[in-house]
């Protein structure tokens, strides 16, 4: 069955370090892939998404992903974390064909120490 | 633009009642979509349309139902309601396949 992997489910990292949330995909037709993130009580925002071209992508708020088709990978990094990048990340994919159903990784829980 | 919304935001039902969740867009978008959020679960499509009149089963059906008759709205039906439709659920939508989908706020629901 089509899947994402989150191995990470709760990260800790101090302010100002850098981070990579890992997010791998099982093999299928074209994926276009998602990072979504969740603050307490909120909905989900997109932090970036990557359809074609460049497979490195830059979102908002300063993450970037880089898509890694050899390795079914797209890993999600910041170079300098901040207090408030700590929320919950999902990864997700589409499949073309798929009518648009996003499969969802279970999340990543990031915590910011001051 | 308001994007999606959802209501209401929380809601407690006793086993057996029933309600529904309304979603609306105004964005214009033809694809809809439910999904529950349970912890360390991820989100699950419930049911999804991919536009007015028309609508699919997910990955978790069982104990919902839909329906679709406009492009801006895409409730959620509940019939009886059991203790495991304890979640939270968010109403998304797209406008083409493979796209962005934007999310609601999403409503608490809790089943007792």
């Known amino acids: 069955a089509q899947s994402v992997t989150q191995p990470d489910i709760h990260i800790t990292v101090s302010e100002g370090a850098s981070l990579e949330l890992r997010c791998n995909y099982s093999?299928?037709?074209?994926?276009?892939l998602f990072w979504y993130v969740q603050s307490p009580g909120q909905g989900l925002q997109l932090l970036l998404k990557?359809?074609?071209?460049?497979?490195l992508v830059q979102g908002i708020k300063g993450f970037e992903a880089e898509f890694k088709r050899s390795q079914s990978s797209f890993n999600l990094r910041k170079p300098s974390v901040h207090w408030s990048d700590a929320a919950e990340y999902f990864c997700?994919?589409?499949?073309?064909?798929?009518?648009?159903?996003?499969?969802f990784g279970q999340g990543t829980t990031l915590q910011v120490k001051p | 633009n308001a994007g999606v919304t959802q209501t209401p935001k929380f809601r407690i039902l006793k086993i057996g009642q029933s309600m529904t969740l309304q979603c609306t867009q105004d964005?214009?978008?033809?694809?809809m979509y439910w999904y529950r959020q349970d912890p360390g679960m991820g989100l699950k499509l419930i049911y999804y349309?991919?536009?007015?009149?028309?609508?699919d089963k997910g990955e978790v059906p069982n104990g919902y139902n839909v329906s679709r008759s406009t492009t801006e709205d895409f409730p959620l039906r509940l019939e009886l309601a059991a203790p495991s439709q304890t979640s939270v659920y968010f109403c998304?939508?797209?406008?083409?396949?493979?796209?962005?989908?934007?999310f609601g706020p999403g409503t608490r629901l809790t089943v007792l």
């Open positions: 349309s991919v536009g007015a009149g028309i609508t």
């Open positions: 997700a994919v589409v499949y073309s064909g798929n009518t648009g159903k996003l499969i």
């Open positions: 964005m214009n978008h033809n694809y």
């Open positions: 093999y299928g037709a074209t994926p276009y």
């Open positions: 998304a939508s797209s406008p083409r396949v493979e796209d962005t989908q934007y």
């Open positions: 990557y359809f074609s071209g460049d497979t």
